[in-house]
């Protein structure tokens, strides 16, 4: 028996520390920034996740290094 895990946890880090996270779950990926409460909104891959974290960025923001936990 196998057991497959539906939960895991990414961190976006920039320049300054933590900017978001993305979490998976059932439905997908769940993009929440720095300080939000909710998420701004749930993604059907990883790669869709990080690009909207990253637009939700002020511009010119690099890219940020996404760290799994």
């Not at 895991?8 to 779950?25: C, F, K, M, N, P």
């Not at 998420?39 to 869709?48: A, E, M, R, W």
């Amino acid at each position: 028996m196998s057991m497959t895990q539906t939960r895991a946890l990414w961190v976006a880090y920039g320049q300054a520390g933590a900017v978001g996270s993305i979490r998976r779950d059932e439905e997908g990926f769940a993009v929440t920034m720095a300080g939000g409460s909710e998420p701004i909104g749930s993604y059907p891959t990883l790669d869709i996740a990080k690009g909207a974290l990253c637009s939700h960025l002020k511009p010119g923001t690099p890219r940020p290094e996404f760290r799994r936990h």
